[in-house]
Protein backbone atom coordinates (compact mmCIF):
# COMPACT_ATOMS: atom_id res chain seq x y z
CA UNK A 1 0.00 0.00 0.00
CA UNK A 2 1.26 2.92 -0.61
CA UNK A 3 1.30 6.51 1.61
CA UNK A 4 -2.13 7.82 -0.19
CA UNK A 5 -3.88 4.98 0.12
CA UNK A 6 -3.20 4.71 4.18
CA UNK A 7 -4.04 7.94 4.70
CA UNK A 8 -7.33 7.37 2.34
CA UNK A 9 -7.97 4.42 5.31
CA UNK A 10 -7.43 6.17 8.26
CA UNK A 11 -10.19 9.55 7.14
CA UNK A 12 -12.31 6.55 6.46
CA UNK A 13 -12.09 5.15 10.26
CA UNK A 14 -12.15 8.72 11.48
CA UNK A 15 -15.05 9.30 10.00
CA UNK A 16 -16.82 6.03 11.06
CA UNK A 17 -16.14 6.97 14.81
CA UNK A 18 -17.28 10.24 14.32
CA UNK A 19 -20.33 8.79 13.39
CA UNK A 20 -20.63 6.59 16.04
CA UNK A 21 -20.05 9.44 18.60
CA UNK A 22 -22.49 11.56 17.04
CA UNK A 23 -24.88 7.73 17.22
CA UNK A 24 -23.77 7.53 21.44
CA UNK A 25 -25.10 11.82 21.54
CA UNK A 26 -28.25 10.73 19.87
CA UNK A 27 -28.74 8.01 22.65
CA UNK A 28 -28.09 10.81 25.52
CA UNK A 29 -30.82 13.66 23.97
CA UNK A 30 -33.22 10.39 23.75
CA UNK A 31 -33.38 10.01 20.39
CA UNK A 32 -32.68 6.18 20.41
CA UNK A 33 -32.80 4.50 16.85
CA UNK A 34 -34.31 1.20 18.39
CA UNK A 35 -37.03 -0.42 17.01
CA UNK A 36 -39.13 -2.71 19.67
CA UNK A 37 -42.52 -4.39 18.23
CA UNK A 38 -44.82 -5.35 20.69
CA UNK A 39 -47.75 -7.93 20.33
CA UNK A 40 -50.88 -6.85 21.97
CA UNK A 41 -53.70 -9.53 20.49
CA UNK A 42 -53.56 -13.01 19.72
CA UNK A 43 -54.89 -12.74 15.94
CA UNK A 44 -51.87 -10.51 15.26
CA UNK A 45 -49.66 -12.83 17.05
CA UNK A 46 -50.96 -15.33 14.67
CA UNK A 47 -50.51 -13.07 11.31
CA UNK A 48 -47.16 -12.69 12.17
CA UNK A 49 -46.49 -16.22 13.03
CA UNK A 50 -48.38 -17.34 9.53
CA UNK A 51 -46.74 -14.88 7.63
CA UNK A 52 -43.23 -15.92 8.56
CA UNK A 53 -44.23 -19.71 8.55
CA UNK A 54 -45.49 -18.98 4.66
CA UNK A 55 -41.53 -16.80 3.78
CA UNK A 56 -40.05 -19.58 5.22
CA UNK A 57 -42.05 -22.18 3.39
CA UNK A 58 -41.55 -20.47 0.54
CA UNK A 59 -37.35 -20.08 1.04
CA UNK A 60 -36.49 -23.13 2.37
CA UNK A 61 -38.20 -25.70 -0.17
CA UNK A 62 -37.89 -29.34 -0.20
CA UNK A 63 -36.64 -29.53 -3.86
CA UNK A 64 -33.80 -31.61 -3.03
CA UNK A 65 -35.74 -33.81 -0.94
CA UNK A 66 -37.96 -33.92 -3.74
CA UNK A 67 -35.51 -34.77 -6.13
CA UNK A 68 -33.92 -37.56 -4.26
CA UNK A 69 -36.72 -39.16 -2.13
CA UNK A 70 -40.10 -37.92 -3.19
CA UNK A 71 -41.71 -39.71 -0.46
CA UNK A 72 -39.98 -37.56 1.74
CA UNK A 73 -41.00 -34.07 0.98
CA UNK A 74 -43.41 -32.17 2.43
CA UNK A 75 -46.69 -30.39 0.91
CA UNK A 76 -46.12 -26.20 1.55
CA UNK A 77 -49.09 -26.67 4.13
CA UNK A 78 -47.37 -29.00 6.07
CA UNK A 79 -43.66 -26.76 5.60
CA UNK A 80 -46.35 -23.56 7.00
CA UNK A 81 -47.69 -25.95 9.60
CA UNK A 82 -44.27 -26.85 11.32
CA UNK A 83 -42.53 -23.77 10.66
CA UNK A 84 -45.48 -22.06 12.55
CA UNK A 85 -44.98 -24.75 15.51
CA UNK A 86 -41.38 -23.60 15.77
CA UNK A 87 -42.18 -19.99 15.40
CA UNK A 88 -45.27 -19.97 17.95
CA UNK A 89 -42.67 -20.72 20.99
CA UNK A 90 -39.93 -17.99 19.30
CA UNK A 91 -42.71 -15.41 19.27
CA UNK A 92 -43.94 -16.03 23.00
CA UNK A 93 -40.76 -15.56 24.51
CA UNK A 94 -39.91 -12.37 22.60
CA UNK A 95 -42.75 -10.67 20.84
CA UNK A 96 -45.90 -11.94 22.80
CA UNK A 97 -44.42 -12.43 26.47
CA UNK A 98 -47.10 -10.03 27.76
CA UNK A 99 -49.63 -12.06 25.59
CA UNK A 100 -48.76 -15.21 26.78
CA UNK A 101 -49.00 -14.29 30.41
CA UNK A 102 -52.24 -12.88 29.90
CA UNK A 103 -53.72 -16.35 28.35
CA UNK A 104 -51.85 -18.39 31.52
CA UNK A 105 -54.42 -16.74 33.69
CA UNK A 106 -57.49 -17.96 35.27
CA UNK A 107 -59.90 -15.50 36.26
CA UNK A 108 -60.41 -11.89 34.50
CA UNK A 109 -60.41 -9.70 37.47
CA UNK A 110 -57.03 -9.14 39.27
CA UNK A 111 -58.50 -10.07 42.71
CA UNK A 112 -59.53 -13.16 42.10
CA UNK A 113 -56.68 -14.07 40.41
CA UNK A 114 -54.54 -13.09 43.38
CA UNK A 115 -56.51 -14.39 45.69
CA UNK A 116 -54.53 -17.26 47.75
CA UNK A 117 -56.83 -20.08 49.19
CA UNK A 118 -56.09 -20.96 52.57
CA UNK A 119 -56.42 -25.14 53.33
CA UNK A 120 -59.89 -25.67 55.58
CA UNK A 121 -60.00 -26.92 58.81
CA UNK A 122 -61.62 -30.33 59.40
CA UNK A 123 -64.27 -30.78 62.31
CA UNK A 124 -67.23 -32.88 62.92
CA UNK A 125 -70.49 -31.99 63.36
Do not use: W
Not at 64 to 85: G, I, L, S, V
Not at 94 to 103: C, E, I, N, P, Q
Amino acid sequence: MDKAQINAVVKQIKKIRSESGRDKEEKKDGKDKKFSVQVSSKPEKVMIGLGLAAGMAILFDDSKKRRKHPEKARPFYRRCYDNYKKLDGLLDSTVAHDLKKRSERQFKDDVLENMEIEKALKFDL
